[in-house]
């Protein structure tokens, strides 16, 4: 089950030391970016499910896309479409794997 993106906190994460948490959120206004990064800069993974802004508005989308692009890359984590619905933003140190299941 998804949760939104202002449902729960991060702060969680500095309880468990080293562990990486993951949330699945809902991307619904380019508002929320902020509570995304701040997540990732927590060391937590998150998969977003953009579908909820893009049948609002596909410019609105392509740029808070744009914006997590760059600051994933800013903080040295990364980003990788997964599917057409979802994005997944990781924080340092979590590469996501690009290569084929098929040789």
């Known amino acids: 089950m998804e949760s939104s993106v202002n449902s729960e906190d991060a702060d969680v994460q500095q309880e468990r030391g080293s562990e990486i948490l993951l949330k699945a959120l809902q991307l619904k206004s380019v508002d929320e970016i902020p509570k995304i ?3 990732v800069a927590k060391r937590v993974i998150v998969i977003l499910r ?3 802004l893009a049948q609002k508005n596909v410019e ?3 740029g808070a896309v744009e914006q997590l692009y ?3 890359t800013s903080i040295g984590g990364d980003i990788a479409r997964l ?3 979802r994005v997944v933003i990781t924080p340092p140190g979590v590469r996501i794997w690009r290569g084929s299941l098929t040789s």
Do not use: Y
Request: hydrophobic fraction near 25%; charge should be negative.
């Open 37 to 39: 990064q701040e997540d």
């Open 83 to 85: 599917g057409e619905e």
């Open 60 to 62: 609105e989308l392509k």
């Open 70 to 72: 760059e600051f994933a």
């Open 50 to 52: 953009v579908t909820p």
